[in-house]
């Protein structure tokens, strides 16, 4: 075990054994902290609205400085990753194969190992824009759905000469099953993910597709976490 003490519990936990995928509810109290640095961002961000393109990823790689486009919380933050590391801890007793993952780095014990959040950033995404396929560094990455501004039902009938209708607002990670075909699972993501928390295996890849029915934002919290010797 990474760190001590007991198993934590978390509200609404959802497993996915076979991709590795966690769930659960955010530490109410946590989630209002982080909620309140991720509105507390929109002015800057609505500052740069001229400078946006519609794949964030692009954004994030072309030469415009980050903090036209991302935060960090601030308040919030010692608060957020206290639970980030007891949610780790949780996943890693989940899934006892991610201490596999482990050997890779160059901690010979796992009991010299410990976790750490690596960074975080606050994402704001318009309508029409999207995050296409990528991966993490580190060993476990996390998203937090902080305002969501559609209901499910919004999103129906929207882009309905589109291939991809059926994934409006969606949150897709994609992989291959042991007969290497590539597999997909989708979050259907709305109002109501908001509070959750999903922590899945950094290198897993994923993206997250445009929303059209609300010109508010859709902000989620992300980040990785690492593993170092202590
Ligand atoms: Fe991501």
């Known amino acids: 075990m990474l760190l001590k003490g007991n198993k934590p519990q978390y509200n609404n936990e959802l497993i996915d054994y076979q991709t590795g995928i966690y769930m659960a509810d955010l530490n109410p109290f946590v989630f209002q902290m982080l909620k309140k640095d991720a509105i507390g961002g929109i002015d800057k961000i609505v500052e740069s609205s001229g400078k946006r393109k519609h794949d964030l990823l692009k954004m994030f790689e ?13 308040t919030s933050r010692k608060a957020f990753e206290a639970e980030l590391l007891k949610l780790s801890q949780t996943y890693i007793e989940t899934f006892p194969d991610i201490e596999a993952e482990l050997l890779i780095s160059d901690i010979d014990e796992f009991s010299q190992a410990e976790l750490y959040v690596e960074r975080l950033w606050i994402n704001y ?99 990785n976490i690492r593993v170092r010797k202590k």
């Open 62 to 74: 072309d030469d415009i400085p980050k903090e036209l486009f991302f935060t960090e919380p601030t």
């Open 125 to 223: 995404q318009r309508p029409t824009e999207f995050l296409p396929l990528h991966l993490h560094t580190g060993l476990l990455s996390f998203v937090v759905w902080t305002q969501v501004p559609y209901s499910f039902d919004d999103q129906l009938g929207m882009q309905a000469y589109s291939a991809s209708k059926d994934r409006v607002g969606k949150f897709e990670f994609v992989f291959s099953n042991s007969l290497g075909a590539i597999r997909t699972l989708d979050l259907p993501v709305d109002k109501s993910f908001e509070g959750r928390i999903c922590v899945f295996p950094a290198k897993m890849y994923h993206q997250v597709y445009p929303f059209y029915q609300s010109d508010d934002f859709r902000i989620t919290v992300s980040g």
